[in-house]
């Protein structure tokens, strides 16, 4: 995609940006961003029917892990996931038609052993895959892993969704 055209769609007026531990929804033509997935994984639910759609940031894979203080319950794959489920399904979309995809998981601290606790890339997107899976929602596409942090991009007119990595070309996965 040329330059002045990427520049165009990610900058356009229906542009919502998804923050760290945050979800939003939308309808068509909505574009929603997340940057930042480094060891986050960004997951959208989307129905090419209604041509809803929804995008959401985690950071951590269990709330359970993580009991101490208040938490937002998007900043979690286990507890994150079935809140963007409910979040489109009341904008419209059928549950039938829901496909995901993700993105993320990088490991971002190169040199480190697998076993270490810092591998949270690889947790979260192995919980991320289970809850998708007890939630019954097909993954349709992936691009996860590797050592570099991504930019994800729902199009809710079309179901598009386009990665960037810094340095590389726009890939739809």
């Known amino acids: ?72 319950p998007a ?19 059928s549950r039938r038609l829901l496909e995901a995809k993700i993105a993320g998981g990088a490991q971002m601290f190169s040199g480190l052993d697998k076993s270490f606790v810092m591998n949270m890339g690889n947790k979260n997107v192995d919980a991320v895959r289970e809850t998708l899976r007890e939630l019954r929602i097909k993954i349709a596409a992936e691009d996860v892993g590797g050592k570099n942090g991504r930019t994800m991009i729902l199009y809710t007119a079309t179901g598009r969704v386009v990665i960037r990595i810094r340095g590389t070309q726009l890939k739809e996965i």
């Open 1 to 72: 995609m040329a330059e002045a055209a990427r520049m165009t769609l990610l900058n356009c007026p229906s542009e919502i940006q998804v923050g760290i531990a945050d979800l939003k929804v939308g309808g068509e033509p909505a574009v929603l961003v997340t940057l930042g997935l480094g060891s986050c994984v960004g997951v959208t639910l989307y129905d090419p029917v209604q041509k809803v759609g929804g995008l959401l940031h985690i950071m951590l894979p269990k709330m359970s892990d993580f009991t101490r203080g208040r938490v937002k």
């Open 75 to 93: 900043k979690f794959a286990d507890t994150g996931i079935p809140l963007l489920l409910q979040e489109v399904l009341g904008l419209g979309a």
